[in-house]
Nanobody, 116 residues
Framework: QVQLAESGGGLVQAGGSLRLSCALS????????MGWYRQAPGKERELVAA??????NYADSVKGRFTISRDNAKNTVSLEMNSLKPEDTAVYYC???????????WGQGTQVTVSS
């Protein structure tokens, strides 16, 4: 079992920045993918960014603005969000995929609100 705890959400004006962090309850050993999804009101959950084997992938809507990073020493995955837009408003969820687990592990989510 892996517990995930997100932090760093909040309210920011358009054009501002936030940094989300997700702390794992155990070592990242065996974790093949770490990433972030988001879900806005009335919309489906969508993948924002993920990092697998050191290679990041981003949704087209956040490319050039968001940066995902993984710190194995601190057992964390972070999402640096710059040039935020009102359409980035959503609950952001951290997730990890373990090589031997039959399902992904999810955090509780953290709210990000971008005002215009």
């Amino acid at each position: 079992q892996v517990q995930l705890a997100e932090s760093g959400g909040g309210l920011v004006q358009a054009g501002g920045s936030l940094r989300l962090s997700c702390a794992l309850s155990r070592s990242t050993f065996g974790i093949v993918t770490m990433g972030w999804y988001r879900q806005a009101p009335g919309k489906e959950r969508e993948l924002v960014a993920a990092i697998t084997g050191g290679s990041p992938n981003y949704a087209d809507s956040v490319k050039g603005r968001f940066t995902i990073s993984r710190d194995n020493a601190k057992n964390t995955v972070s999402l640096e969000m710059n040039s935020l837009k009102p359409e980035d408003t959503a609950v952001y969820y951290c997730y990890v995929r373990h090589a031997l687990a039959p399902y992904d592990y999810w955090g509780q989510g953290t709210q990000v609100t971008v005002s215009s």
